[in-house]
C-alpha cells in the first residue's frame, strides 16, 4: 500500500520533468503511435478489397487489434522501458547498487522510469474499441462488462511476464533480454490477424507455448462469433485471466531466482 | 580520395560484424514477418480463384512473390543514415567531421553502405534462400529482371536521400526517431510494401500514386512481375530520377542551412 502511495507521487514527478522538453515530449504520443494508426489505415484499406478473412470482417480484425494495443500499452507503462533500463544497467554495473538498497530490486526497477510513450496507445486503443463495439452491436452489460475487464487484465499480466521474463534474462546473460523480447514481439504480430488463418502446429504454439492467442483471440469469442467452433476447446475464452495470473507469479519467481543467480558484471 | 571512404565503408562494416551471433535470430524474425504475410494471401485466395485487379488477374504464387520481394528490400530500406547523422550532431562529432577533408555526405553515405553490405551477406542472403526454398517464388524475364533491378536501385536511393533529410532536421529537432517513426508509418501505408496497389482504386490509390513512397516497393516488385508494359516502364522510372533530383536539391538547401546553424553542446 505504501509503494502504491509512493507510486502515485512519482508519476506527477515524472511527467513534470518530462514536460521540461516542451514540443519533444508532446510529439513523444503521436510518434509512438503513429505505427498503430498506419497498421489499422491499411488493414482498413485491406478489408475496402477482401471484404473479409477466414470469415472475420474488417471490425472483427479491429477488435483484436485493439485488445493486443491496449493490453500491451498498460503492460509497457510499467515495464518495458523499465527492463531495458535494466539491462543497461547490468551492462554498466551500476545494477549492484539496487541490490544494497533497503528495498525490493523489483520495485525499484518499476520505480526507475515510466512509459508516458505508450499513453497514446492507450487512447488509440480505446477509440478502436468504441468504433468496433459500436459496428458490431456489442452490449456491456454486467456479465460482459466483468468479462471484458477480466480478460483485459489477463492480458495485461500476460505480457507484463513476458517483459519482465526477458527482463530477468539478462541475469544470466547481459544484452540476452532485448533480443529474446523482439523476437517475442515478432512472434505476436502472428495474432494481429485471426489465428485460424495459420496451420495448426503455429495455433499450437500461439495457444500453449508462447499464449498471445489468450490477450485477443480467446478472450474476443465471448463477444464476437459466439456459437462458432474454437480450435481446441470453447471453454479456453474464459481463460485469460487465470493464465495471466499465473504467468506473472512464474514471470516474479523467475526474476527471484535469476537476482539470487547475478554475480555482477565486475565493471 | 577514394581510399578514404573505403575506409570509412570498411569500418563500418567491421562495428556491424559484431552482431554477426545475431544471424540467426535475424533471419527467424525476417521468416516470421514473411511468413503471417503468406498466411493471410492464403486465406484471402482459399475462397477466392486469382483476384483482378487494375494491371489484370493475380495469383497466389504471385502475391506470395510478392510478399518475398517486399520482405528482401524492407531489409535494405533500413534506416541507418538518419541514425548515424543523428549520433554525430549529439554528440558533436559533426564539428570534427567538417574540418576533416573529406567530403560529410560522401562519409556518411560510405558509412551507410558498409552496414549495408553486412545487412547483404547476413540478412539478405539467408532470407532470399528461405524464401526460395519454402515459397517457390516466380521467376521473371530477364528484361523484367533488369528493370527491377534497376527500379529497386532507385527506389533504394530514394528511400536513403529521405532518411538523409531526417538525418539532417538533427540539426534544428533534437529528437528525429519521431520523425523516422512517420516516415516507416508513411512507407507501410502507401509503398504497397504489405498490400500492392493494384488492388485499389479510389482516392487512396490517387495518394500513392502522387507520393514517392510507392517508387521503394510497388514499383520494382511490379515490374519483376512484369505488370508494366514498355510506356509504364519509362514513366516510372522517369518519375523515380525526378524525385531523385527533388530529395537531392532538399538536401543541398538544407545543409547549407544546417551548418550555418550548427550549434554544439558542448561537444
Request: with cysteine.
Given at each position: ?42 488493414l ?31 503492460a ?56 468496433s ?52 514481439w ?14 495448426k ?33 470453447s471453454m ?9 495470473i ?13 537476482i539470487n ?7 | ?90 554528440k ?84 528525429i ?91
Open positions: 500500500m505504501n509503494f502504491i502511495r509512493l507510486y502515485l507521487a512519482f508519476i506527477p514527478v515524472y511527467i513534470k520533468s518530462k514536460t521540461e522538453y516542451g514540443i519533444y515530449f508532446y510529439s513523444d504520443f503521436w510518434a509512438f503511435t503513429i505505427g498503430h494508426v498506419a497498421n489499422c489505415t491499411a482498413w484499406v485491406f478489408f475496402q478489397k477482401f471484404h473479409e478473412i477466414n470469415g472475420w470482417n474488417f471490425y472483427e480484425v479491429m477488435l483484436l487489434f485493439a485488445f493486443n494495443i491496449f493490453t500491451y500499452g498498460i509497457g507503462i510499467f515495464f518495458e522501458f523499465q527492463m531495458n533500463e535494466l539491462e543497461g544497467m547490468i551492462h554498466e554495473g551500476t545494477f549492484d547498487g539496487i541490490l544494497v538498497k533497503p528495498a525490493s530490486p523489483f520495485l525499484q526497477i518499476i520505480c526507475r522510469t515510466f512509459g508516458h510513450f505508450f499513453l497514446g496507445d492507450i487512447v488509440l486503443a480505446v477509440v478502436l474499441f468504441f468504433i463495439f459500436r459496428a458490431l452491436h456489442i452490449v456491456i452489460d454486467l456479465q460482459t462488462g466483468i468479462a471484458f475487464v477480466g480478460s483485459l487484465l489477463g492480458g495485461i499480466l500476460i505480457y507484463s511476464s513476458f517483459i519482465v521474463m526477458t527482463g530477468a534474462a539478462n541475469f544470466w546473460s547481459v544484452r540476452t533480454g532485448s533480443v529474446a523480447r523482439n523476437l517475442l515478432d512472434v505476436k504480430g502472428f495474432t494481429d490477424y485471426p489465428i485460424t488463418i495459420y496451420k502446429f503455429i495455433q499450437v504454439i500461439l495457444s500453449f507455448v508462447l499464449p498471445f492467442a489468450f490477450i485477443n483471440f480467446y478472450p474476443v469469442h465471448m463477444f464476437i462469433k459466439k456459437g462458432e467452433a474454437m480450435p481446441f476447446h479456453l475464452r474464459f481463460g485469460t485471466p487465470i493464465l495471466g499465473a504467468m506473472f507469479f512464474l514471470a516474479y519467481k523467475v526474476w527471484n531466482k535469476g543467480r547475478y554475480q555482477g558484471t565486475e565493471s | 580520395m577514394l581510399k578514404a571512404y573505403i575506409e570509412i565503408a570498411k569500418n563500418s562494416f567491421m562495428t556491424e560484424m559484431e552482431y554477426r551471433n545475431m544471424t540467426f535470430i535475424m533471419l527467424l524474425s525476417g521468416v516470421m514477418g514473411m511468413w503471417v504475410q503468406v498466411f493471410i494471401w492464403q486465406a484471402v485466395y482459399s475462397t477466392k480463384g486469382d483476384i483482378s485487379s487494375t494491371v489484370g488477374n493475380i495469383g497466389l504464387n504471385e502475391m506470395i512473390t510478392y510478399v518475398l520481394l517486399s520482405s528482401c528490400i524492407a531489409i535494405f530500406a533500413d534506416n541507418h543514415m538518419s541514425w548515424i547523422i543523428f549520433r554525430k550532431v549529439l558533436g562529432e559533426v564539428a570534427m567531421d567538417l574540418i576533416k577533408p573529406i567530403n560529410f555526405k560522401a562519409g556518411i553515405f560510405s558509412q551507410a553502405f558498409g552496414a549495408m553490405i553486412f545487412m547483404i551477406i547476413f540478412k539478405f542472403i539467408p532470407i532470399l534462400v528461405v524464401g526460395i526454398l519454402f515459397f517457390k517464388p516466380v521467376l521473371s524475364t530477364p528484361f523484367n529482371f533488369l528493370i527491377f533491378i534497376v527500379t529497386f536501385i532507385n527506389g533504394l536511393a530514394i528511400f536513403n536521400l529521405m532518411t538523409f533529410i531526417i538525418g539532417l532536421l538533427s540539426f534544428w529537432y533534437t529528437w526517431w519521431q520523425f523516422n517513426r512517420l516516415l516507416a508509418s508513411l512507407i507501410q501505408l502507401f509503398s504497397g510494401a504489405f498490400i500492392p496497389l493494384w488492388f485499389f482504386g479510389g482516392q487512396f490509390k490517387a495518394a500513392a500514386d502522387l507520393l514517392p513512397f510507392r517508387f521503394i516497393y510497388y514499383t520494382p516488385i511490379t515490374a519483376y512481375l512484369g505488370k508494366y508494359n514498355i510506356n509504364t516502364f519509362v514513366r516510372e522510372i522517369g518519375l523515380q530520377f525526378l524525385w531523385i533530383i527533388i530529395l537531392y536539391l532538399m538536401i543541398k538547401v538544407m545543409w547549407s542551412r544546417a551548418v550555418d546553424k550548427l550549434v554544439i553542446n558542448g561537444g
